[in-house]
C-alpha cells in the first residue's frame, strides 16, 4: 500500500509537468480552483479516498508550479530581437561543429541567460573560453525551440563577431568537465587512428554519438532500415547494452551480473564526456540494476517512477522534449513487462540467445513509436533489421571500445585489439546495408504525431494487462 500511495504521489507531479503547458494561470487562479476542488471533493469523493485525492491533486498542482517556475526562470531574461548587441559569457558545453556551421552555447556574464550562437564553418572556439560576440539575437525556429529548452535556452546569435578574452574564469566543476571533454577527445583520436573508414565514424557514433564523419550513404542505410538510434547515444541503446551485459555476466555470479553493468555505466558516462542526456540515461540504468538487484518487478517499477520523477522535477522540459530520457523510460517499460510475455511464446530452447531476442524485441516495441516520431522516416524492416542487429550491438561497442581504450595507452596495443571489433563492425554495417536495400525497405515524410504515439502505447499496456490477466487465469485454473 505504500508502494501505491508514493507511486500515485510521484505519479501527480509528472502529470502535473506534463499538462503544465496548457495552463496560463497565475498562482491565485491555481489556489482558486484547488479550492474548488476541495469543496467538490467533500461531497464527490468516498471518505476513505479523499485524503489521497487531496494530496495527489496537491502535487499536482506542485508539479504545475515546478514548471512554471523553471519557465519564468528562463523567459524573464529577455533581450532585444532584431538589434546589434554586444554580450559577453562563457562558452558552456563543447562546440558541436558540422559542415554548415560551429554551434556553441554562450552563458551570458551580465544576465545569466544561455545563448547558442551559431558560428561560420571552422572558427576555433572551446569549452570554458570566454568570448565577446557581436550580433543580432533572434528566438530560434519552432522546430528548435522546445530541445534547446531542455538546456535552458531561448534565444540564439546567427554568425556574431567573436572575440576571444581568455578562460581564466573556469570553476572546480567546469575544470573536471572540460578534462573529461578532453578525454573524449583523446579517445575519438584514438578510433580514428585504429580503425578504417567507415567503420571509425561507425564506431564513433555508437560509443560517443558522433555523426559529423559518417558517410552519407551510410546515414542514408540507417535510416532506410530503421537504425538510426544506435548512433544518437539514447538511453534505448543504453538500456539495451546494460541488459546484456548482465545476462552474459550473471551467469557467472549475480555480483558480476550487477557490478559490471554498473562499471560499464560509468566508464560509458565518463568516456563520452558526461554529458547531460548520457548522465539521465546512465541513472535510469543504474536504477534498473538496483531494481534487478533487489529482484522483484514491483520494486523495480518503483525505481523508475522515482528516478523519472526526480530527474523531472530537476528539469520539467525533459518530459515532453528529451528523446535520450523517453527512450530510456520506454525502454525499461519493454524490458520489464514485455519482454517476459515475448519470451514465453519464443520456439527456442537456448536460454541466452531466447532471453537477448525476447530483451531486444520488448525495448523495440516500446521505442518504436518514439523513433519514428523523431526520425521521421517509416522503415517497414526495422523491426527485423533491429532484432537482427541489437543482440550484437553489445558486443561490438565493447570489443571497439577496448580497442580504443588500449590505443590510447599504445597504438599498436590498440591495432592487436582492433581486429575482432574489425570484423564485427563491417559485419553490423553489411547487414544494416541489405536490410536498407531491400525493395521498399522504407519511407520518408512519414510522420507519427504525438496523438499517434499515445494511443500506440495505451494500446500496448491494454494488451499487456490484458496478457497478464489471461496469464494468471490459466495458473489459477491449472491449480
Known amino acids: 500500500m505504500k508502494a501505491v500511495f508514493a507511486a500515485i504521489i510521484l505519479l501527480s507531479v509528472v502529470l502535473g509537468i506534463l499538462v503544465a503547458p496548457y495552463f496560463s494561470l497565475s498562482m491565485l487562479s491555481l489556489f482558486a480552483l484547488f479550492s474548488i476542488f476541495f469543496i467538490l471533493s467533500l461531497s464527490v469523493i468516498p471518505k476513505r479516498w479523499l485524503w489521497l485525492a487531496m494530496i495527489a491533486t496537491s502535487f499536482l498542482f506542485l508539479g504545475i508550479f515546478r514548471y512554471i517556475q523553471v519557465q519564468n526562470d528562463i523567459y524573464n531574461i529577455s533581450y532585444p530581437t532584431g538589434q546589434d548587441l554586444v554580450v559577453k559569457g562563457q562558452v558552456m558545453e563543447p562546440p558541436e561543429e558540422t559542415d554548415k556551421a560551429v554551434k556553441a552555447v554562450l552563458q ?17 572556439v572551446k569549452y570554458g573560453e570566454r568570448l565577446s560576440v557581436n550580433g543580432k539575437i533572434s528566438v530560434p525556429v519552432k522546430q528548435y525551440q522546445n530541445s534547446l529548452l531542455v538546456k535552458g535556452i531561448a534565444y540564439e546569435m546567427a554568425f556574431p563577431q567573436v572575440k576571444h578574452i581568455g ?6 566543476t567546469m575544470r573536471i568537465q572540460n578534462s573529461l571533454y578532453a578525454l573524449r577527445d583523446s579517445f575519438e583520436d584514438s578510433i580514428n587512428r ?10 564513433a557514433g555508437l560509443l560517443l554519438g558522433v555523426k559529423r564523419n559518417l558517410p552519407s550513404w551510410l546515414m542514408q542505410d540507417l535510416q532506410a532500415s530503421g537504425t538510426t538510434h544506435l548512433i544518437a547515444l539514447s538511453g534505448f541503446n543504453i538500456t539495451v547494452i546494460i541488459e546484456a551485459l548482465r545476462l552474459i555476466f ?12 554498473l562499471l560499464a555505466i560509468f566508464a560509458f558516462v565518463v568516456m563520452t564526456g558526461s554529458s547531460s542526456s548520457v548522465v539521465r540515461a546512465g541513472i535510469m540504468g543504474s536504477m534498473m540494476l538496483l531494481a534487478y538487484r533487489v529482484g522483484r518487478q514491483s520494486s523495480a517499477t518503483m525505481a523508475i517512477i522515482i528516478t523519472a520523477a526526480l530527474m523531472v522535477f530537476a528539469n520539467p522540459f525533459i518530459l515532453r522534449y528529451d528523446a535520450g530520457f523517453q527512450l530510456s523510460f520506454v525502454a525499461f517499460i519493454g524490458i520489464i513487462y514485455i519482454a517476459p510475455l515475448v519470451r514465453g511464446i519464443l520456439p527456442l530452447k537456448h536460454q541466452f540467445i531466447k532471453e537477448m531476442l525476447a530483451m531486444t524485441l520488448g525495448a523495440q516495441i516500446m521505442a518504436y513509436p518514439l523513433i519514428l516520431h523523431y526520425f521521421g522516416t517509416l ?32 597504438q599498436n596495443l590498440g591495432f592487436i585489439f582492433s581486429f575482432t571489433a574489425l570484423f564485427a563492425l563491417k559485419a ?16 520518408s515524410g512519414v510522420g507519427f504525431s504525438v496523438l499517434s504515439v499515445f494511443i500506440y502505447y495505451i494500446i500496448v499496456l491494454e494488451l499487456i494487462f490484458i496478457c497478464k490477466r489471461l496469464k494468471t487465469r490459466c495458473l489459477h485454473a491449472g491449480s
Open 108 to 124: 551570458d556574464e551580465a544576465k545569466g541567460g544561455k545563448i547558442l550562437l551559431i558560428l561560420k564553418p571552422f572558427t576555433k
Open 250 to 261: 550473471r551467469r557467472r555470479s549475480a555480483k558480476f551480473g550487477f557490478y559490471i553493468p
Open 194 to 203: 585504429i580503425f578504417p573508414e567507415p567503420e571509425a565514424s561507425f564506431l
Open 167 to 172: 578562460s581564466d574564469r573556469m570553476n572546480i
Open 379 to 410: 522503415s517497414i524492416v526495422s523491426f527485423a533489421a533491429n532484432l537482427v542487429v541489437l543482440p550484437f550491438i553489445p558486443f561490438v561497442m565493447l570489443l571497439g571500445f577496448l580497442a580504443a581504450l588500449f590505443g590510447m595507452v599504445w
Open 428 to 443: 553490423v554495417i553489411s547487414v544494416i546495408h541489405c536490410f536498407a536495400v531491400l525493395p521498399y525497405a522504407s519511407f
